[in-house]
């Protein structure tokens, strides 16, 4: 989610129209030097500091787009790609990618600037939530972002995939770890304690109880925003405080923070708070380790309140800047186990996000295995490489008979086709058949078969799909598509199936050919009444040279990506 750098910089090559004499109106920036004060003792800003700002900016954002006061409600992952020294300028810049009801989804762009060099660097990015807060008795309803961009459109588009990500991510680690596979590989691959008999790792294996940390806060006005509220980025800054005390006390050295989990703001706190922090190292993966924590608040005798928590990835970089490997840690019989098996299945859900979300789109690994864990990174990825096939706009006209055109872009890895023809179809039908994909064939004679497998949602299918053989007496070709639905984002516009080719490891795997093909593609729609009788029809391929993990060493085949627009004429 928040390490979607590649796809940023990929919309940033296209050189979109518009980006020159466009801007946001909900863009704020913020730079700020980095002093001794704002600094840790390796003479790097601190992480914490830097949150802090970054949550103000992005407030700023939201509230210049609400036109109320906002609140930080859930921050997404962020992952920090470099440090800043003392000396350098921090450029953040925020805006509104979408607005939904009482909440909006900001964008958070931050950057280095060395003043001597002229250098600039990206440093991370993230997605936060802010929630609107009804002044009075009003019910809150947030105005929409309309985006005037390409690449605004595919930002707001992308924001729509990023909620439902966070909308399901708890279930998602809950599902996990009641998957009776992962809890397997878990009790194969985990340390097992047997009083007397430890082997010489787990004699090696650091206690957890030796990281634990406690520390108290008293809030007072300077740490207030100007709703009297104890400012987001305050409590992320001493968060991250005691997380870094926790890895350092597991390392004996000054750990380096590489990421922060999704987290959530569980209520609110005030001036006059004190807001308890603890933090402990819950599980260590050879390089880098997990550091847990927890805030919450009380006033006099009252009971205590969770505020937020919050899980850190951090490493320890020798001599060289190179990831040091750790030591295990032996977690506590009840609880301690518990966080050891939630750091598990943290990691792979964020491996298969970053794996599927941050990959350029001539990176795309083909097959990637399905499972419903990372269902939603696949459908992410599926949307974006639509928005992205259907943003290039520097198309060449190649050819053109009768009512047929013949657009190309070539890039470094890919050659991109665009035809567009125009038919006499209705385009109530075109619509329908365009969008079941299970009738595919009734319209396109390259689709022998399409056979449902999996409904996933109302959105996301997977199909089988036979297509007959390129040459005289070949083999037919045989796919497993994931389709993915979306509404647009204008009303225009129709968003049909985006097909991508997710491994299946079952025997829905196994093609009666040998030889299963890997695809990329897509479907795109868009409707402008302006004639009742002919539609333009617009198909868009990109090819890349790639070999499947799933076919046979002599079989190469060229993955294909496709989108069809159709629109009045």
Same mark, same amino acid.
């Given at each position: 989610?928040?390490?979607?750098?590649?796809?940023?910089?990929?919309?940033?090559?296209?050189?979109?129209?518009?980006?020159?004499?466009?801007?946001?109106?909900?863009?704020?920036?913020?730079?700020?030097?980095?002093?001794?004060?704002?600094?840790?003792?390796?003479?790097?800003?601190?992480?914490?500091?830097?949150?802090?700002?970054? +949550?103000?900016?992005?407030?700023?954002?939201?509230?210049?787009?609400?036109?109320?006061?906002?609140?930080?409600?859930?921050?997404?992952?962020?992952?920090?790609?470099?440090?800043?020294?003392?000396?350098?300028?921090?450029?953040?810049?925020?805006?509104?990618?979408?607005?939904?009801?009482?909440?909006?989804?900001?964008?958070?762009?931050?950057?280095?600037?060395?003043?001597?060099?002229?250098?600039?660097?990206?440093?991370?990015? *993230?997605?936060?939530?802010?929630?609107?807060?009804?002044?009075?008795?009003?019910?809150?309803?947030?105005?929409?972002?309309?985006?005037?961009?390409?690449?605004?459109?595919?930002?707001?588009?992308?924001?729509?995939?990023?909620?439902?990500?966070?909308?399901?991510?708890? +279930?998602?680690?809950?599902?996990?770890?009641?998957?009776?596979?992962?809890?397997?590989?878990?009790?194969?691959?985990?340390?097992?304690?047997?009083?007397?008999?430890?082997?010489? +790792?787990?004699?090696? *294996?650091?206690?957890?109880?030796?990281?634990?940390?406690?520390?108290?806060?008293?809030?007072?006005?300077?740490?207030?925003?100007?709703?009297?509220?104890? %400012?987001?980025?305050?409590?992320?800054?001493?968060?991250?405080?005691?997380?870094?005390?926790?890895?350092?006390?597991?390392?004996?050295?000054?750990?380096?923070?590489?990421?922060?989990?999704?987290?959530?703001?569980?209520?609110? /706190?005030?001036?006059?708070?004190?807001?308890?922090?603890?933090?402990?190292?819950?599980?260590?993966?050879?390089?880098?380790?997990?550091?847990?924590?927890?805030?919450?608040?009380?006033?006099?005798?009252?009971?205590?309140?969770?505020?937020?928590?919050?899980?850190?990835?951090?490493?320890?970089?020798?001599?060289?800047?190179?990831?040091?490997?750790?030591?295990?840690? !032996?977690?506590?019989?009840?609880?301690?186990?518990?966080?050891?098996?939630?750091?598990?299945?943290?990691?792979?859900?964020?491996?298969?996000? !970053?794996?599927?979300?941050?990959? !350029?789109?001539?990176?795309?690994?083909?097959?990637?295995?399905?499972?419903?864990?990372?269902?939603?990174?696949?459908?992410?990825?599926?949307?974006? *490489?639509?928005?992205?096939?259907?943003?290039?706009?520097?198309?060449?006209?190649? /050819?053109? !008979?009768?009512?047929?055109?013949?657009?190309?872009?070539?890039?470094?890895?890919?050659?991109?086709?665009?035809?567009?023809?125009?038919?006499?179809?209705?385009?109530?039908?075109?619509?329908?058949?365009?969008?079941?994909?299970?009738?595919?064939?009734?319209? +396109?004679?390259?689709?022998?078969?399409?056979?449902?497998?999996?409904?996933?949602?109302?959105?996301?299918?997977?199909?089988?799909?036979?297509?007959?053989?390129?040459?005289?007496?070949?083999?037919?070709?045989?796919?497993?598509?994931?389709?993915?639905?979306?509404?647009?984002?204008?009303?225009?516009?129709?968003?049909?199936?985006?097909?991508?080719?997710?491994?299946?490891?079952?025997?829905?795997?196994?093609?009666?050919?040998?030889?299963?093909?890997?695809?990329?593609?897509?479907? %795109?729609?868009?409707?402008?009444?302006?004639?009742?009788?002919?539609?333009?029809?617009?198909?868009?391929?990109?090819?890349?040279?790639?070999?499947?993990?799933?076919?046979?060493?002599? /079989?190469?085949?060229?993955?294909?990506?496709?989108?069809?627009?159709?629109? /009045?004429?």
């Amino acid at each position: 989610m928040a390490s979607e750098s590649s796809l940023m910089e990929n919309l940033q090559d296209h050189h979109l129209e518009g980006e020159g004499q466009h801007r946001n109106p909900s863009e704020v920036k913020m730079s700020q030097i980095v002093l001794p004060c704002h600094a840790n003792n390796c003479r790097e800003l601190s992480i914490g500091q830097l949150l802090k700002w970054m +949550d103000c900016t992005a407030c700023l954002s939201a509230e210049r787009h609400a036109g109320c006061p906002c609140v930080t409600a859930s921050v997404d992952d962020i992952y920090f790609e470099h440090t800043i020294g003392v000396g350098q300028v921090v450029n953040i810049k925020a805006k509104v990618n979408r607005a939904f009801n009482s909440s909006m989804e900001v964008g958070i762009e931050v950057s280095c600037e060395d003043l001597h060099s002229g250098r600039h660097w990206r440093v991370c990015q *993230a997605f936060a939530t802010f929630v609107a807060r009804r002044t009075g008795t009003n019910k809150v309803q947030l105005k929409q972002v309309v985006p005037c961009t390409h690449r605004e459109q595919v930002e707001h588009s992308l924001a729509a995939e990023r909620r439902r990500m966070r909308l399901i991510h708890h +279930d998602i680690m809950q599902d996990l770890l009641n998957n009776k596979t992962f809890q397997r590989s878990i009790s194969e691959g985990g340390i097992v304690y047997v009083p007397g008999a430890e082997s010489r +790792d787990e004699l090696a *294996a650091v206690s957890t109880e030796r990281t634990r940390v406690e520390s108290v806060e008293l809030v007072l006005p300077p740490h207030a925003n100007h709703q009297v509220n104890t %400012f987001g980025g305050q409590i992320m800054a001493w968060m991250e405080n005691v997380a870094n005390i926790a890895a350092s006390r597991l390392c004996n050295a000054h750990p380096t923070l590489r990421t922060i989990d999704m987290f959530y703001f569980r209520g609110p /706190s005030q001036v006059g708070d004190r807001l308890i922090l603890k933090a402990i190292v819950n599980n260590t993966f050879k390089n880098s380790m997990e550091v847990g924590v927890c805030a919450e608040a009380y006033q006099g005798e009252e009971p205590l309140r969770h505020i937020n928590s919050a899980f850190m990835t951090f490493e320890v970089l020798d001599e060289n800047g190179r990831p040091r490997p750790l030591p295990p840690i !032996k977690p506590e019989p009840q609880e301690g186990r518990r966080r050891y098996q939630e750091a598990l299945a943290r990691k792979k859900i964020r491996l298969d996000r !970053k794996y599927i979300i941050s990959c !350029k789109q001539t990176e795309v690994p083909l097959s990637v295995p399905w499972d419903p864990s990372n269902q939603v990174y696949l459908s992410y990825n599926n949307v974006s *490489a639509l928005k992205m096939l259907a943003a290039k706009n520097s198309w060449v006209l190649s /050819s053109k !008979k009768n009512l047929v055109s013949l657009y190309t872009v070539e890039e470094s890895q890919s050659l991109c086709f665009r035809v567009e023809s125009e038919v006499d179809v209705p385009a109530h039908r075109a619509f329908t058949l365009v969008s079941d994909l299970s009738r595919r064939h009734e319209w +396109d004679q390259h689709y022998t078969l399409c056979e449902l497998l999996i409904r996933v949602n109302e959105d996301d299918c997977i199909y089988r799909v036979v297509t007959p053989s390129v040459g005289e007496g070949g083999k037919v070709q045989d796919f497993i598509l994931l389709a993915s639905r979306r509404l647009p984002c204008e009303r225009i516009h129709m968003l049909l199936p985006y097909n991508q080719s997710p491994y299946l490891p079952t025997r829905l795997q196994r093609s009666s050919t040998g030889v299963r093909w890997s695809v990329l593609g897509s479907s %795109f729609m868009r409707c402008q009444k302006v004639s009742r009788r002919f539609l333009t029809i617009i198909r868009l391929v990109q090819e890349y040279c790639h070999t499947s993990p799933l076919t046979s060493q002599a /079989s190469r085949p060229v993955s294909t990506q496709h989108s069809v627009h159709v629109a /009045s004429t």
